[in-house]
């Protein structure tokens, strides 16, 4: 009987970790306004880069995007106010260099590594079924 409560009890502990973990969109703050792209690098020089690509990347208002730089001396954006370090941080899933892209539903839709392709990224998120019924009104 102790055996099989104890079971229970760690079955119980695993899927609250789990559930804990996928439950909700990445960036709560963000969810329903705006698509959210975050590179992450450890190389200042990159971060600078970086951060000009997307400041003169065309279309960004057009798919209410918010961009974001995550660096070891700051996290750049054309938002005013960005998310804690932290819940940005969660989103970056490997380690080195990666963007992720985010839907308005807080779902990752899609990553990169190595490289930063702002063009990939404009086409995939003109792919999202929200974004085609937003082009269509």
């Not at 229970?8 to 695993?14: D, E, G, N, T």
Request: hydrophobic share 45%; net charge negative.
């Amino acid at each position: 009987m102790i055996r099989w409560l104890s079971i229970c009890l760690l079955a119980l502990v695993f899927m609250t970790g789990c559930s804990a973990k996928d439950d909700g969109p990445a960036l709560p703050e963000l969810a329903g306004q705006y698509r959210v792209i975050a590179s992450f690098t450890d190389s200042l020089e990159r971060a600078e880069r970086l951060a000009n690509a997307f400041k003169s990347a065309p279309g960004f208002d057009d798919r209410d995007v918010a961009w974001f730089v995550v660096a070891p001396n700051g996290i750049r954006s054309n938002l005013a106010e960005v998310p804690p370090r932290e819940r940005l941080e969660k989103i970056h899933t490997v380690d080195g260099f990666q963007t992720v892209l985010i839907g308005k539903d807080g779902t990752l839709k899609a990553s990169q590594l190595g490289g930063l392709d702002i063009q990939a990224l404009i086409e995939g998120i003109d792919q999202m079924p929200m974004r085609q019924r937003e082009m269509g009104q």
